[in-house]
């Protein structure tokens, strides 16, 4: 894998179909629990006259495409044996979701839905929920003023505009036109039936607008498919259609697949089979059997930044339309399929990320350094780098209750979940391991808790704490909930197996020079500005708007990587350059033994 450093890339990975698929939409979708893999529809064998949904997408206006005249996705949804009462829930869409803003459908919400029954036209009411204050997410909600009869159509125009994230970091889901390939995640164009009632979804293309050799492609599958399960799912999935790049070359029926707009900076032909090869790998450590097909969905960014998102049975990677490495891509794409199999714990989004991210963190690097597809040098770096990421993070003692409200305002509160959550992990391994001469490890911990989700039972923090209890004696208890108030993790010297030992150094802590809620403002105006910092020594002022959103999480990663701010004064636009640093702290990292071969370093 490329070796030289990206500076604008940011790695941001969210397992939104678990989100999602927590929601019950026709309420007030608050989370529930999430599960190991939200893929899995519920049977349709307990329902044998599930009611029907089919949807059908017309990407348009492809060739034409302008600034007053965007592309765009005609969406048509038909639904049959679905009764619907006047002033009920009837369809939903999210408005911000991961706090990515969806498309908004005119201003008055109904404009550009029209529904239709056998009666004939259908009225709509739209009752939106209050935004929600953590920006994770929050839906749209319409009702039909008279009881539905017979087959209901519902029809809209999705325009395809390049929407650049406010806060520089979130999931790239936008409806987006890259060349002639559209692309976009289910949340933020697609409207569907309010209920968590499963359908039998047929999701159909119609590309007769399209360029010649144009495939479509979503997370169930190539072309044209049927999918049992919750309309829910049609929300978490991604979408992607045109003349885009494929693997295997028939992809149609194959349990793994890749799809990618033009000319991405890495060889799609030696990167692609490299990732089926750890799917494979984690299917078998994760003890799956015939599962789903899974899909890899790729595409360039025409900002700075990127990263991925896990989905539902398909994850994908985003990148800076710029870059001509990827650095890390091998740790991103492992990361993002790793989320299917590793899951969650209920609660509030954000809230229980640190199992989410930092359990996935955790197995992230372990399984394919056990398959040999990757080596102790990559698995160690990226160790280091959470390492170095987290000792250098001024509220690395933040208590996890207080992550949701400043996620989406704060890069190093979106990281911590990451890496406090990956070091806990590590010293739980360590101390499992060595309390059992080697019997046991993380890995039957992880197991046990997937064991009763998979059972239906509901798995939260605390849940956790009685298995970790259970194994080490109530003072790995007492750790578990003061890692949650915020206490510092140091894994032993041997937590990452016989090829590592610890070794302490300095570094200076990130330091962004201002209130980092000033870059999800409108507009961002700098404030909170840090006197003395390396910010107001570069020239940075009180009040000077930030013109561009900014990808700090790259920079948040490399203590020796500088911040470029496009700032304007009293109208006059100029670039700030500085090193976001302040003060030297302790950090711990791993460095390799000599003389320990390669074949025991894997646990």
């Known amino acids: ?79 049959a044996g679905l009764p619907v009462e006047a002033n009920t829930p009837f369809l939903t869409s999210p408005a911000i979701f991961a706090g990515v803003e969806a498309v908004a459908y005119g201003e008055d919400g109904i ?18 929920e209050d935004p929600d204050p953590t920006n994770f997410l929050y839906w749209r909600h319409w009702q039909a003023e008279r009881d539905l009869e017979g087959v209901v159509t519902v029809t809209y125009r999705a325009p395809i505009d390049l929407v650049i994230p ?21 949340n933020t164009f697609l409207v569907v039936p309010a209920t968590p009632r499963p359908f039998m979804v047929n999701l159909d293309w119609d590309l007769s607008a399209m360029p010649e050799g144009s495939i479509g492609a979503s997370s169930f599958g190539e072309g044209s498919v049927m999918t049992p399960g919750p309309a ?16 295997p070359d028939e992809a149609g029926n194959h349990p793994y697949r890749a799809y990618w707009t033009d000319n991405p900076p890495f060889d799609p032909d030696t990167v692609m089979p490299w990732a089926e090869l750890v799917y494979e790998a984690q299917l078998d450590f994760f003890g799956t059997e015939n599962p789903e097909p899974y899909t890899f969905f790729a595409r360039a960014n025409p900002y700075p930044g990127g990263g991925g998102a896990g989905l539902i049975n398909s994850f994908m990677l985003s990148y800076a339309e710029d870059t001509e490495e990827l650095d890390g891509i091998n740790i991103t794409i492992i990361h993002e ?79 911590l979940p990451y890496d406090r959550g990956s070091l806990y992990f590590a010293t739980v ?27 239906g039972t509901p798995v939260t923090a605390e849940t956790w704490a009685d298995i970790v209890a259970a194994e080490l004696g109530e003072p790995a208890r007492e750790d578990f909930w003061a890692m949650m108030d915020g206490a510092l993790q140091v894994p032993p010297a041997d937590a990452y197996g016989p090829c590592f030992d610890r070794v302490e150094t300095q570094s200076r802590v990130f330091e962004l020079g201002f209130d980092p809620a000033s870059l999800v403002a409108r507009p961002r105006l700098v404030s909170g500005l840090v006197a003395g910092s390396n910010a107001e020594a570069a ?64 646990l």
């Open 1 to 79: 894998m490329p070796a030289n450093a990206n500076k604008s890339r940011h790695h941001h990975g969210l397992r939104l179909a678990a989100l999602v698929a927590s929601l019950t939409l026709a309420a007030a979708c608050t989370p529930a629990e999430e599960t190991r893999d939200a893929a899995t529809p519920a049977p349709a064998a307990t329902s044998p006259a599930l009611p029907q949904l089919h949807v059908t997408l017309a990407p348009g206006g492809i060739q034409t495409a302008s600034d007053n005249q965007p592309a765009y996705i005609d969406v048509t949804l038909e639904m």
């Open 111 to 128: 404009a550009d839905i029209s529904v239709q029954d056998d009666a004939g036209p259908v009225p709509l009411v739209r009752a939106d």
């Open 166 to 186: 406010q806060l520089g970091a979130g999931p790239p889901f936008d409806l987006r036109l890259n060349d002639e390939i559209v692309s976009g995640a289910g």
């Open 232 to 247: 829910s799912r049609l929300v978490t999935a991604y979408y992607m259609a045109g003349p885009m790049g494929h693997f």
């Open 337 to 415: 399929m790793s989320h299917k199999w590793v899951g969650g714990v209920s609660g509030q989004p954000g809230a229980t990320s640190w199992f989410s991210e930092g359990a996935n963190v955790f197995f992230t690097r372990r399984v394919p350094l056990a398959a040999g597809l990757m080596t102790p040098e990559q698995y160690i770096a990226d160790v280091n780098k959470h390492a170095v990421r987290y000792y250098t993070n001024a509220i690395n003692d933040l208590p996890n209750d207080q992550i949701p409200g400043l996620f989406w305002s704060d890069t190093r509160v979106r990281s």
């Open 429 to 455: 391994d360590a101390e499992v391991r060595a309390a059992s001469d080697g019997a046991r490890s993380m890995n039957d911990l992880f197991f046990e808790l997937d064991g009763m989700r998979n059972a």
């Open 539 to 602: 020239g940075l002022r009180e009040g000077d708007e930030i013109l561009q959103s900014v990808a700090l999480e790259g920079v948040q990663s490399d203590d020796t990587s500088t911040l470029s701010l496009s700032v304007r004064r009293d109208g006059r636009d100029f670039t700030l350059d500085y090193l976001p640093r302040g003060e030297a702290v302790t950090v711990y990292t791993w460095e390799r033994i000599p003389g320990v071969e390669d074949a025991a370093c894997p």
